[in-house]
């Protein structure tokens, strides 16, 4: 009486199972490898050490970005007016 599987079966099952797992392993790394680039980026160019600093960082530009937005629509709405455009 069988159990289902032969031996060549979950031999195969247990390869497959394997090599996922490496595949898995080598994605790990390379995104490892990914963050920790950025990271040292983020460090070198910016000056900024953590998650934390670079969202704060983020934070101040998206308002210095919408504060420059306004005062080019302010200049361009008045240029419009001044020439009757």
Known sequence: ???GLSTDEIMNQLK???NSI???KREEAEIS???AMTKETLKEKFGLSSLDK???MVKKMEK???EEQ???NAAFKKL???YDW
């Open 22 to 24: 490496n595949e898995a």
């Open 1 to 3: 009486m069988s159990d």
């Open 64 to 66: 210095e970005l919408e």
């Open 33 to 35: 490898g990914r963050i």
């Open 16 to 18: 497959t199972l394997e």
């Open 70 to 72: 306004k005062q080019l």
């Open 80 to 82: 419009k007016e001044d």
């Open 54 to 56: 670079s969202k704060s």
